[in-house]
């Protein structure tokens, strides 16, 4: 599901900076999360999109996977990737998840991402180009038809 996000004050200097956030929230995918994300992320060649990733109590390594990995510093550094971690969440609710992830977002175009999921190569940009075709005047859904 992508989305168009509303302007706020409080994103006013965000939306500025970002173009595009894909939104990926987990609970124990450390073993998704290993195979896709750093693709994922060498696959983005658009520094106005970012990478929110919101680890809901994990409990298999993925926060260490993440902060200690030297592959992630770059990405965490220029905010390309933000990491964010919190045990308020005891059992899996996707939209909680999702509404969560799409609090920490700054970019103007939302993305909810799969952590089993790939955005291919210049994924990010595909997405603007196609917002930016349509004025950003649309809402966009993936299926299998």
């Given at each position: 599901m992508f989305l168009l996000k509303t302007f706020s004050f409080k994103n006013l200097f965000?939306?500025?900076?970002m173009e595009l956030s894909f939104c990926?929230?987990?609970?124990?995918?450390?073993h998704?999360?290993?195979k896709t994300?750093?693709?994922?992320?060498?696959?983005n060649n658009n520094p106005n999109v970012e990478f929110i990733l919101?680890?809901?109590n994990s409990s298999d390594g993925l926060k260490e996977y993440i902060l200690e990995n030297k592959e992630f510093k770059r990405y965490l550094d220029t905010k390309q990737l933000k990491y964010y971690f919190t045990d308020k969440l005891k059992y899996w609710?996707?939209?909680?998840?999702?509404?969560?992830?799409?609090n920490f977002a700054t970019g103007k175009i939302v993305v909810n991402l799969d952590c089993d999921n790939?955005?291919?190569?210049n994924g990010g940009d595909f997405i603007i180009d196609i917002f930016k075709e349509n004025n950003y005047?649309?809402?966009?859904?993936q299926s299998k038809n």
């Open positions: 965000s939306l500025i900076l990926i929230t987990c609970m124990n995918r450390l998704q999360v290993s994300l750093l693709t994922n992320l060498n696959n919101v680890d809901f609710h996707a939209s909680i998840a999702k509404n969560t992830a799409h790939y955005i291919g190569e005047n649309i809402i966009l859904s």
